[in-house]
């Protein structure tokens, strides 16, 4: 099986910045796609931002220019890199992991625990 630990929510002021991160951890497996989704109560858990093998990458429209995802291959981690939060942006949030193996009970999606974060003055 492959285990997800995420880290770096916490509490800023609007305009502020925080770095989440996602390490992967495990055997036999390999990661294709990686991504950041974020859920409020009472609505769907929404795509943030994901990012392929080759680095290429995804993001909402409402995040544009504001979060940018990231990899580092040799660490299994992704990161997303938030500036300039919103109030809006309040939630809690996830990252997802694509991996393929060459055992079937360890292909498929995994997710983080989740990581709150609150932007509010």
């Not at 630990?5 to 609007?14: I, N, R, T």
């Not at 109030?87 to 055992?103: F, Q």
């Amino acid at each position: 099986q492959v285990q997800l630990v995420e880290s770096g929510g916490g509490l800023v002021q609007p305009g502020g910045s925080l770095r989440l991160s996602c390490a992967a951890s495990g055997r036999d497996f390999s990661i294709n796609a990686m991504g950041w989704y974020r859920q409020v109560p009472g609505k769907q858990r929404e795509l943030v931002a994901t990012i392929t093998n080759d680095g290429s990458t995804n993001h909402a429209d409402s995040v544009k220019g504001r979060f940018t995802i990231s990899r580092d291959n040799a660490k299994n981690t992704v990161y997303l890199q938030m500036n300039s939060l919103k109030p809006e942006d309040t939630a809690v949030y996830y990252c997802n992991v694509r991996v393929s193996s060459r055992y079937r009970r360890i292909r498929g999606d995994y997710w983080g625990q989740g990581t709150q974060v609150t932007v509010s003055s």
